[in-house]
């Protein structure tokens, strides 16, 4: 008997990462199992404008004690409760054996409220409002990198109480690390081993030196793909977002610029930084829109470990990284069914479901405007 050809969207298998170099399996067939496992709330779209219990809105306590001013719209200041301490630290005590090595990790740590209003995320903010918190990395990052000690600046926000979140205050968070972490080490050490290899026929842009550059290829490749057969989700002039290859949450999405090589965000010009804003409100609203609810995400920007000290792309050859945004949703049926990184996913590698193809084709068919600001049948909008 015959075998049958193989199908993606049937057949088990593997796919790889090339930034990681690790694979995910996918198993789309398991898309069919009921489930009966945990639910989790969705979270609140009804918050109240202000919270007088919120540690982040204006005016308020934070647990820590100190007081927030009354600001306007964007508000920075270090974690009262930092995952690292600011250098100078102690040296970290000789091993006991050689298995058990430890060094000391200093830094600082950033908290980033993105409006006054408690009740607004990125999806709901204006694309001003946007490109205001894109203004602000820019600033913390190249702040934070210029400090002495500083070997890596991480930017990320959790949104979703099931996602780690402890206030829906919206807000992201900046780390400031003396060592640079170990998913960003490992990204850049195979973005240099893409560009020392043979240059693959291609009109990609390149790296400083003339040399492949691994995400530009990539998204070069993305963007050719026509649209109903690949996994763009939304592309304006400057970004693209897309359920990568090799995406192991459920409707994960990476968001890059596509048309030319860009280090870091102080690398992008004045209209890259709108498209930005652009790219991110969409990506954001169409999670929402995917079902009607505040959805939950894990985001994070990888590109240089520090801001350059002459934004000279062709003369600097730390420029080998290449800005790109990770956005890690759990959910993965409903608002309130997640996927669990558990088991086999623990154990030995990555599993997901449902295929990128399928996921690209659900996210691309939503509405870029916000299902709170959608009309209701008496012509009137939701929201603000």
Known sequence: MAESPFDPTSHPHRRLNPLTNEYTLVSPHRMKRPWQGQTEPPQ???????????????????????????????????????????????????????????EPAQGGCDVLTFHRRHDLTLARLSLEDVGEVIEEWCKIYEKRGKQEGINYVQIFENKGAMMGCSNPHPHGQVWSLSTVPTLPATELANLVKYSLSKPTPSDAPRGPKGQPCLLCEYAHFEVGVPLEEGRVVHKNEHWVALVPWWAIWPFEILLLPYKRHVPSILHLNPDEKVSFADAL?????????????????????????????????????????????????????????????????????????????????????????????????????HGF
């Open 281 to 381: 409100s969409v990506v954001t609203k169409r999670y929402d829109n995917l079902f009607s609810c505040s959805f939950a995400y894990s985001m994070g920007i990888h590109q240089r470990p520090l801001p350059s000290l002459t934004l000279d792309i062709a003369n600097d050859d730390d420029d080998i990284a290449h800005l790109h945004l990770h956005f890690a949703p759990p959910l993965l049926r409903s608002a309130s069914i997640r996927k669990f990184l558990v088991g086999f996913e623990l154990m030995a590698e990555p599993q997901r479901d449902l295929t990128a193809e399928q996921a690209a084709v659900r996210l691309r068919a939503l509405s870029a405007t916000h299902y709170l600001d959608a009309q209701t049948t008496d012509g009137k909008l």
């Open 44 to 102: 609140p779209a009804d918050l109240p404008q202000y919270d007088s219990k919120c540690y982040l809105c204006p005016g308020n306590q934070r647990a820590g004690g100190a007081q927030n001013p009354d600001y306007e719209q964007i508000y920075v200041f270090e974690n009262d409760y930092a995952a690292v301490l600011p250098p100078p630290g102690p040296e970290a005590p000789s091993a006991p054996h050689p298995l058990l090595k430890a």
